[in-house]
């Protein structure tokens, strides 16, 4: 049994996919208006881990990752250096996945940009429109969301800051107060991108993209949306009420969410010189698996400080792996199987799927793995291991 923590409930459940077959799975992407932080890396690692936990279920899976390619950031940026945001996009949404890659983090099944999607976040914007949901104020189009009782829910907000009318313009926004967000925004400068549509010309607000993108490849209701924490609001709040208003269905059975990682103890920032992309580290020689290991090494639930005395270790941990494979593979070893080391082998595997079983305890399911190294390089010491133990897969 897989238990995993859903966000919404606040509870470990089991999970199982809804139809009993398929787990449809959808991740909020990469903003692609520079290369990706380690912090982003965190959470792409997790959703990774828990990619190889389902698939290694009897299960199919359908994971979604979107690519947003249109935000504020994106406009400002791609403005400024006089460039389209299709030509300032492309090179950071390919330098992402060739990151990932190099993290070993497997592709998703479907990847999506957000400006292939317009016209699926325009029908969305309609309908709400015609339901009450939303309004125009200006040129651009808002959510209400004192139209939405289950507004909150998720991140459980106190809804009593909730300010009728108050409304927010901008994609990304830090105060953890409730306010009529933007769907539909008109453009301010002619040089922004812009798409038509019955309500007006603009273009659509951040969370509109993932609702769109969710739906259309997964239906109304789908099994796992997962994400940092830092998304559950008000990005992930806003994504349900849009999605519920128009189908009046769940949108999403299970919320896993990653939590946030700290650099040398500290929230990374630019200006604390604790901030490093994938590349930085990639830069001063540090070997990506090794960044791989320490990423996973703390349980997607934990605050994982991510330190170079960490890398370290790290290091040393994989070391520890690649010695002990390199002695299996170099011992002469007498023919046929040995109870006790399959036993030992049994018992570890039993160990690491329970741990991965458990919320994704990635600590244990490696421990599991250090034991049995502990006492497999014991017992090729006593020269117990046979070659059918030695299999390596
Ligand atoms: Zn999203």
Redesign the pocket.
Known sequence: MFRLTNTLTGATEVFTPADGSTVRMYA??PTVWNYAHIGNFRTYVFEDVLRRHLRSKPWKLVHVM?I?DIDDKIIKTSIERGVDIKTYTTPYAQAFFEDSAVLRIDRPDIITYATDYIQEMIQLVARLLETGHAYREGDSIYYRISSFPAYGRLSRLDKRELKVGARIDADEYEKEQPNDFVLWKAPKDEREPRWNAPFGVGRPG??L??SAMAMKNLGSTFDIHC?GVD?IFP??EN?IAQSEAVTGAPFVRFWVHGEHLLVEGEKMSKSKGNFYTLRDLLARDYNPLVIRYLLLSVQYRKQLNFTLDGLASAERSLARIKEFLFRLKTASLSSGPSAKVSDALSAAQAQFEAGLNDDLNTDQALAAVFELIRELNISLVGGRPRDVDCTVS
């Open positions: 909020c992407g979107n947003t951040w969370h993209e993932c994400g998304n990005h992930h994504e």
